[in-house]
Every structure is written in C-alpha cells, then in structure tokens.
C-alpha cells in the first residue's frame, strides 16, 4: 500500500517540483495538490489521504488553520508542515494544532521521503535545528489578537477589521491596546513586527 499524500503550495514551480520528488519514490502517491488552504481542506475532506505536506503562508487560510480544523474535524490525515520560516514559535504553533511533522524548505531533499514515512509510522519529523528550541518562549496572544494584529500589520484600518470580524471599532481597539500591551510595543505596527520575528503571527 503506497503512502498517499496531498501537496498544499502557492507557488507553482514548488508545488510541481514536491509532487515530481515525492512521485519518484516507489512507495509514496501525490493524489491531489492544493495552491490555497481552502482547497487543501476540500481536497483532504474529498480523497482523504494519508498525509499532507503543506506550506504555512498561503491565499485565504494558512497551513496552521489547516492543520486545525482537520483537526477539529476529527479527520485521520497526518500534517507535515515545510517551510521557509525557521522560528520556534511557527514550530509551537504547528505542533498546538495538530502537525506531527516541520520540516524547513532548504533542508536537503532526500529528507522529505524519509519524513514522510516516518509520520506515516506515527512517528514526529522537526527540523534538528529548531526541536531544541521548540519550547522556548510561550506565545502571549489570544487567536483574535493575532487575527486582528495580523490585519493591522498589514495597514488595515479598525473600522475595516470590525466589519470583518462584526465587531465594534472599540472592541477591536481594545485588542490591539492588549497585544501591544503584551508584546510592550507602542504601536500595532511595532506589535505586530515582534509577533511576526517571534513567529507568533
């Protein structure tokens, strides 16, 4: 029985070049590959494979949200998630939502495979260079503080995200004042640069 994964990448040249590695290997099946996390879910939900090896920043959800809700859902699909962002606090928050595997696109290619079927075994696959680390410094932020500080990093208003959210400009205010707070920044630009350096966003 081959390993049957399903590849999520934004970047077409990438995901093409996973799919070719991994399709090389006797032992191991693309049966879907996804540019965007909401057809990461859908694929999943519809083929349900063994495994999905996903990016983390990707169009309309990231692989951390992925990983989450196939968790919520109760899904039986293991997550190994590679990426360019060598940073504990990504890697805490893979492993908090459910990713068995974190692995960092330059490591060399011949780890991937192996990766793979050690998650299939029910075994962890992390980056050496960041497992010591993983469980450093804990992320302060609530997960609407970081969905609001994310979206003001990005320069977009209050008003703008308390439509997006149905809240009220105050409460969204009063978010951003408690993760500034927290991160002692003095602004939400400067809140949201710590977040994201410490892989929290």
Known sequence: MKIRVIIAEDQSM??????ALLESEGDIEVVGQARNGMEALKLVRVHKPDLLLT??????????????ELKREGLPVRVIILTTFARAGYLRRALDSGARGYLLKDS??????????RVHSGMRAVAPELAAEAWGENDPLTDRERQILRLAGEGISSAAIAAKFRLSEGT??????EAMSKLGASNRVEAARIARQKGWL
């Open 108 to 117: 060399p290619a011949s780890e991937l495979a192996g990766a793979v079927r």
């Open 55 to 68: 990016d983390i920043e990707m169009p309309e959800i990231s692989g951390l949200e992925v990983a989450a």
């Open 14 to 19: 990438v995901l093409g070049a996973l799919a």
């Open 172 to 177: 969204v205010r009063n978010y951003l004042s």
